[in-house]
């Protein structure tokens, strides 16, 4: 088959979590323009739907839909309703996050909040999804981990700045690839694929000095993630192109791991 046709989307209805965010706005649009109709899904509608507007604008396919993690039956409704209208979700993209914990001082009320989205939700979502493309002996599941799931934080990114980073974070995100590698060996015999991409730091505009210049040291590529870096990525893995690679975490960090 021509590479093209490997990495050839269309007609697959491909489900982004989070679709709006830094590295959700990028994932959505990678999938459209790889022929998708992208589903963009979060608790806010009005965010979703500005990015599913966008794509509609150059033509591609996009809708936007409301759910909550943190709800059980919310997610059960979103993928009854994605059924009924679609017949069938190819691709699910776990990409969202509650950020309940901003430090290592936060309420361990925080830390219960986080869980129920990023350890409980994820795992509601992910048996949801995954249990019709089973039965459909087709689909891939992409869960969007960290670095910080691969490695100790480096606390000294964060001198001479008022940032840290918070201990949920680590936690869900390490979960995020041992889940990644049951489900896939848990799903591999029904010809469903699951892996993981454990991005970097995403450069923003409120990534400012000394933070940049710390964290940048540490990478190969001397520089934080762009917009474009991660859509390959994720057009990869949802196609046919890998259609052998299951599994697997792949690092998208600019050597900062290494």
């Given at each position: 088959?021509?590479?093209?046709?490997?990495?050839?989307?269309?007609?697959?209805?491909?489900?982004?979590?989070?679709?709006?965010?830094?590295?959700?706005?990028?994932?959505?649009?990678?999938?459209?323009?790889?022929?998708?109709?992208?589903?963009?899904?979060?608790?806010?509608?009005?965010?979703?739907?500005?990015?599913?507007?966008?794509?509609?604008?150059?033509?591609?396919?996009?809708?936007?839909?409301?759910?909550?993690?943190?709800?059980?039956?919310?997610?059960?409704?979103?993928?009854?309703?994605?059924?009924?209208?679609?017949?069938?979700?190819?691709?699910?993209?776990?990409?969202?996050?509650?950020?309940?914990?901003?430090?290592?001082?936060?309420?361990?009320?925080?830390?219960?909040?986080?869980?129920?989205?990023?350890?409980n939700g994820l795992f509601v979502?992910?048996?949801?999804?995954?249990?019709?493309?089973?039965?459909?002996?087709?689909?891939?599941?992409?869960?969007?981990?960290?670095?910080?799931?691969?490695?100790?934080?480096?606390?000294?990114?964060?001198?001479?700045?008022?940032?840290?980073?918070?201990?949920?974070?680590?936690?869900?995100?390490?979960?995020?690839?041992?889940?990644?590698?049951?489900?896939?060996?848990?799903?591999?015999?029904?010809?469903?694929?699951?892996?993981?991409?454990?991005?970097?730091?995403?450069?923003?505009?409120?990534?400012?000095?000394?933070?940049?210049?710390?964290?940048?040291?540490?990478?190969?590529?001397?520089?934080?993630?762009?917009?474009?870096?991660?859509?390959?990525?994720?057009?990869?893995?949802?196609?046919?192109?890998?259609?052998?690679?299951?599994?697997?975490?792949?690092?998208?960090?600019?050597?900062?791991?290494?």
């Open positions: 088959m021509h590479i093209k046709e490997l990495m050839d989307l269309s007609g697959r209805v491909a489900v982004v979590t989070g679709g709006y965010g830094i590295y959700g706005a990028p994932i959505s649009e990678g999938l459209a323009e790889a022929g998708a109709h992208v589903v963009i899904a979060s608790r806010s509608l009005d965010k979703c739907e500005a990015v599913a507007g966008q794509l509609r604008q150059r033509g591609l396919k996009a809708s936007a839909e409301q759910y909550d993690q943190g709800d059980n039956a919310s997610i059960l409704q979103l993928r009854d309703k994605l059924l009924k209208e679609f017949g069938a979700v190819q691709i699910l993209v776990n990409n969202s996050v509650g950020r309940a914990m901003r430090s290592f001082d936060d309420s361990a009320d925080a830390w219960r909040k986080s869980m129920e989205v990023n350890a979502i992910s048996r949801a999804f995954i249990e019709p493309m089973m039965a459909a002996k087709s689909g891939s599941m992409i869960n969007i981990s960290s670095i910080q799931g691969v490695v100790a934080p480096a606390f000294d990114n964060y001198a001479g700045t008022k940032m840290t980073t918070p201990p949920d974070y680590h936690f869900h995100k390490h979960g995020m690839i041992g889940l990644t590698k049951y489900l896939a060996a848990f799903a591999g015999p029904y010809g469903v694929r699951v892996n993981a991409i454990s991005p970097g730091g995403f450069q923003t505009e409120g990534h400012s000095e000394p933070f940049l210049s710390q964290y940048c040291r540490r990478t190969f590529l001397g520089r934080m993630a762009k917009h474009d870096d991660i859509k390959g990525a994720v057009v990869y893995l949802a196609s046919d192109a890998s259609a052998y690679v299951t599994g697997h975490n792949l690092l998208l960090d600019g050597g900062y791991s290494v």
